[in-house]
């Protein structure tokens, strides 16, 4: 077989033609090799050939065309612009013709930058009035790498080759993780990456390159020929920043799906778009899946945690996929599960990052109160999570704290390098915006945000440090006892933080209709994701039998037990000038939760006596409302 790869000049015909000659294992020819001494001094001083000039040259390689057609195929890269060329050049009954198509300005821009060929780029408008493309052969864009193209190429040459049975666009950190882990399965996969001269070229098929123990991944950089070379319905996941970013993503994707096909956004995008999204893909009749993904890079590529919300039968085409990467809890079952209608699942994975901040934010408090109030060195301070690890507190944000207690550079501890000023993402933002749009409660996992914002202010902090004296350190006689304290003080806390972030998904739960199953929704928490731990298995059981986490039987005998000693920890900690947002907001919710009256009947009297916003009482029916005259003239 001989394929001519044709295009003007500029088009990257040598170059695709070597490319694919090495991919076929068949020999490479350019035709501009062939061309007499005549005619290279014409073009290189920007004379266009006659057609007359161009006929010896064109029928001396029809002729090396049957030489090379008998000795078994090569790959000839010819301008071939005109029907009538490409006549005197089918001297064999079968030629596959490529031809490399591209924008004038782009092949332009190429010449301009191209050294040591003949070909004068003042000949390119006369190239461009010569070609007459064809309606046969097959057509490839030139605006992306020369090795994506070959891909597409050999993909479109071989009718018979298995077209991908899932696609994935965006190749950061987690897309990446996420399609190798997917390879890994034996998943025939397609990835994407956009194509941006000069900062993101020929990304997915680096990636390719990079991992040729895996024979079923194609790399692509043009989105048509991602979409086409996916079996239909395709299924194709979303790996990329949340916000703009997808609604373009999506826009651009929509002429080339049709009806029955299912789009997942796997990032971490805002619930109420997910929501909208779905709306808007359900009209054209393709599934819309919002999928939580938790795990970070290490989760992607070994098995996160999936939590998939959206059209259930979209998610129904996807399942296979998404049980055969993610994590498998204690129990060998997949850390995933359907959670419910649209934004169901990113609503989830919200409250999931807003559990986490206060879950680090909390540790790192306990940290603080032991590096500087209990004044303990590095390997102690280590000792005591692995003691508490032990002792039933184990979770993916202990283990991980060890080790990074355990890393130093040379003799300095890493950590004490650190600038303490805390990133943080829009998803805790959206968590404490929904609590309040909702009415529910959430000062615990607020303060967890907050405490990152005022550690952004270093400047003002460093200010302030010096202006006020507090006293940060007093000497503990009874150590031991201390420590058991902060252990019960942790453990209570960390309760909490997961007693406020369901409350809220159930009061939004209610609230739409969504009937979320808290049981397995802690059950796919169990593992794969951030906030995994002992703690969180506990709650699958418990939510079995309970609606909520601190009037289940087994936590009131827990919180009895440790609610003197938070309060303790709390009260040495600020009276020895240490912030403890999480460990102060804890208490004052849960003893706010636990009280039966409370001081809000005097702010209900305040409110009506100067706003007249009336009151109920509580000898009356609830439905009546009251208002007094408060001030006596």
Not at 44 to 59: F, N, V
Not at 309 to 323: F, M, N, T, W
Not at 501 to 515: A, C, P, Q, T
Not at 559 to 574: E, F, H, K
Request: hydrophobic share 40%.
């Amino acid at each position: 077989m001989v394929f001519i790869v044709f295009g003007v000049t500029g088009s990257g015909k040598s170059t695709v033609g070597e490319l694919l000659a090495k991919k076929l294992h068949l020999p490479f020819y350019d035709a501009d090799e062939f061309h007499p001494v005549e005619n290279v001094k014409k073009m290189s001083a920007g004379i266009p050939l006659t057609d007359k000039e161009r006929l010896p040259w064109l029928e001396n390689l029809g002729w090396h065309i049957k030489q090379w057609d008998l000795q078994g195929g090569a790959v000839l890269a010819c301008s071939a612009l005109n029907e009538k060329y490409r006549k005197i050049l089918q001297t064999v009954p079968v030629i596959k013709w490529i031809f490399l198509e591209g924008a004038k300005e782009l092949i332009h821009n190429r010449l301009g930058s191209r050294k040591g060929h003949f070909m004068n780029p003042v000949l390119l408008d006369s190239q461009f009035e010569t070609l007459e493309r064809p309606q046969y052969g097959l057509a490839v864009s030139i605006d992306q790498d020369p090795a994506a193209i070959v891909n597409e190429i050999v993909l479109n040459l071989n009718p018979m080759q298995k077209k991908s049975k899932f696609g994935i666009i965006g190749m950061g950190v987690m897309g990446k993780s996420l399609a190798l882990n997917l390879a890994d399965k034996g998943v025939a996969l397609s990835i994407y990456n956009r194509y941006l001269a000069g900062v993101e070229e020929g990304v997915a098929q680096l990636i390719v390159d990079e991992n040729s123990q895996f024979t079923h991944i194609q790399g692509f950089e043009h989105l048509g020929n991602f979409v086409d070379s996916l079996s239909v319905p395709r299924k194709i996941l979303l790996m990329i920043p949340a916000g703009v970013a997808v609604d373009m993503q999506i826009e651009s994707l929509i002429p080339f799906l049709q009806a029955g096909d299912v789009l997942i956004d796997g990032g971490n995008s805002f619930y109420k778009d997910s929501s909208r999204r779905a709306l808007m893909l359900e009209e054209k009749g393709i599934h819309f899946v919002g999928a939580g993904v938790s795990g970070g890079e290490e989760g992607a590529l070994k098995g996160p945690s999936i939590m998939p919300g959206g059209s259930k039968e979209g998610v129904d085409q996807i399942s296979s996929y998404l049980e055969l990467i993610a994590a498998k809890d204690p129990n060998g079952k997949p850390c995933t599960a359907y959670i419910g209608p649209a934004g169901s699942g990113h609503f989830i994975k919200m409250v999931h990052n807003s559990i986490e901040y206060a879950e680090m934010q909390v540790l790192a408090e306990a940290y603080y109160l032991l590096k500087g109030y209990m004044q303990c060195g590095p390997k102690e301070i280590s000792d005591t999570f692995i003691h508490w690890q032990k002792e039933g507190l184990d979770s993916y944000l202990l283990s991980i704290t060890i080790d990074i207690l355990d890393t130093y550079e040379g003799e300095d501890l890493l950590l004490d390098k650190i600038l303490d000023q805390a990133a943080q993402k829009g998803t805790g933002g959206w968590s404490v915006n929904t609590a309040l749009e909702y009415g529910v409660p959430y000062g615990v996992l607020t303060e967890a945000v907050m405490a990152r914002s005022v550690s952004a202010k270093k400047d003002l902090r460093l200010q302030a440090s010096v202006l006020y004296n507090h006293e940060t350190f007093a000497a503990i006689e009874e150590k031991k006892r201390f420590l058991a304290k902060l252990k019960n003080a942790y453990q209570a806390s960390r309760i909490i933080n997961h007693e406020v972030g369901f409350n809220l998904m159930r009061e939004v739960s209610v609230k739409n209709g969504w009937d979320l199953d808290f049981s397995e929704i802690a059950r796919i928490w169990t593992n794969g994701c951030i906030i995994r731990s002992a703690f969180m298995e506990e709650l699958v059981v418990l939510f079995q039998s309970n609606e909520r986490i601190l009037t289940a039987p087994s936590m009131v005998d827990k919180m009895d037990g440790y609610q003197d000693d938070l309060s303790y920890v709390v009260g040495q900690g600020l009276q020895h000038g240490f912030a403890l947002p999480v460990f102060s907001s804890a208490i004052n919710y849960f003893l706010g939760s636990i009280t039966a009256n409370s001081p809000a009947n005097l702010i209900q009297a305040q409110r009506d006596y100067f706003g007249a916003h009336t009151y109920q009482r509580v000898d009356a029916p609830a439905e009546k409302n009251f208002h007094t005259q408060w001030k006596k003239y």
